[in-house]
């Protein structure tokens, strides 16, 4: 019970804090967005990132509730709090903390809240390589690859909600933050590729015989649904986005549908991400 709900709020935390953050680089690195999805991108943040903050410290409840035998009582429990936010994992949360709060700075006006809301996002991505199996078992390098695969992920999921509601309401414009997007898109794919198998191989060094492991096999899923989601993205940069740009009647609605799959498919990568960082280690 305690860990199926400590799966699930992971996983919700780490879906809404992925796209807030998602957003705030958008904001930055795409250009030709409406100014009023840029109000609206900031003010989904501004709700987003607060969830995640409540959902991150509620796994805080969990572990302690977990570590107690069941008891939820144990939930207020802060000598358990504190012994659960020992070491590396208290310093991630602090950090994630920290990127949460900043990311709300994007409900502040002009450049300068888009400015402090990009740091959020920044440091929001850091957190993700000061604990867990990362901290433990992999080098300052592979740390370091693991921010730019979470900078990567962010920067891709973030531009769904925004493209998505262009789609259905803007075609000829959705198509054209599509083309720009797509132009970037490239090189964080590439990045996110190489980062990720790096960090594996860090991990559990030969990816075959780590399928030896419930982590290792719990890893070939989420690669196999990553592959899914390339293919998803291929077919929206070659053929949805020229097709939104030339104003198909029926591009907006085709878009969506593939945006709506691609989510589906992220939020199932999220998932596993959960499970196994909740249940399996990489030895």
């Known amino acids: 019970m305690i860990e199926t709900l400590t799966v699930i709020t992971k996983a919700m935390a780490y879906g809404s804090g992925l796209v807030a953050a998602g957003q705030a680089l958008c904001l930055w690195a795409v250009p030709g967005v409406p100014a009023s999805e840029c109000s609206i991108m900031r003010r989904q943040v501004g709700w987003l990132a607060p969830l995640a903050l409540a959902l991150a410290w509620g796994l805080v409840a969990l572990q302690a509730v977990f570590l107690a035998g069941g008891r939820w009582q144990a939930a207020v429990d802060f000598e358990l709090w504190a012994f659960v936010l020992e070491g590396p994992t208290g310093l991630s949360l602090g950090v994630e ?155 907006g609605r085709r878009m969506q549908r593939s945006l709506w799959l691609e989510g589906i498919l992220i939020g199932g990568i999220i998932v596993v991400t959960s499970i196994f960082t909740t249940l399996t280690g990489p030895g």
Request: hydrophobic letters at 55%; charged letters at 10%; a positive charge.
């Open 97 to 251: 903390t920290v990127g949460l709060i900043l990311l709300t700075g994007l409900l502040w006006p002009g450049r300068v809240g888009a400015g402090v809301g990009l740091v959020g996002a920044l440091v929001y991505c850091l957190a993700f390589a000061l604990s867990g199996h990362v901290a433990v078992t992999a080098s300052v390098w592979h740390q370091a690859l693991l921010v730019v695969h979470m900078l990567c992920l962010v920067f891709w999921v973030g531009i769904f909600p925004p493209l998505y509601r262009l789609a259905g309401r803007q075609p000829r414009v959705a198509g054209g933050v599509a083309e720009a997007f797509g132009q970037r898109a490239v090189g964080v794919v590439g990045l996110l590729v190489v980062a990720g198998a790096v960090t594996l191989t860090g991990l559990v060094g030969n990816p075959l015989t780590a399928l030896d492991s419930d982590y290792g096999r719990l890893f070939a899923v989420k690669l196999g649904l990553f592959a899914l989601v390339l293919m998803a993205a291929a077919v929206n940069k070659l053929v949805l986005s020229p097709a939104l740009s030339r104003g198909e009647p029926s591009a």
